[in-house]
Nanobody
């Protein structure tokens, strides 16, 4: 089994910053594609960032230039640095991991991430 735990969420004013973290444990593949997905009740989940086994990154247009995803392969951790936050960024943010190193299929929604964390809430006020 793979266990993912997110942390770092909270409430901030528009224009502020937050850093989310995720730690993976259990029988996990350290080079797997990992990403951050956010969800607002009543809407479909939105992939905001992903990073593959070679540290190549992909971002949603809505967060490009404001969010930065990074990872530590040895520690099997994932981070999302969020800056210039907007009220529209308010959502539950989930850490997710694939069983494969490449992120293309999950980013294109051809397959789903098999492993998910419990989520951490981010609230941005105007």
């Amino acid at each position: 089994q793979v266990h993912l735990v997110e942390s770092g969420g909270g409430s901030v004013q528009a224009g502020g910053s937050l850093r989310l973290s995720c730690v993976a444990s259990g029988n996990t593949f350290k080079g797997a594609c990992m990403g951050w997905v956010r969800q607002v009740p009543g809407k479909e989940r939105e992939s905001v960032a992903a990073i593959d086994s070679d540290d190549d990154t992909t971002y949603a247009d809505s967060v490009k230039g404001r969010f930065t995803v990074s990872r530590d392969h040895a520690k099997n951790t994932l981070a999302l640095q969020m800056s210039s936050l907007k009220p529209e960024d308010t959502a539950m943010y989930y850490c997710a991991a694939s069983a494969y190193g490449d992120c293309t299929a999950v980013w294109r929604r051809e397959v789903r991430y098999p492993y998910w964390g419990q989520g951490t809430q981010v609230t941005v006020s105007s």
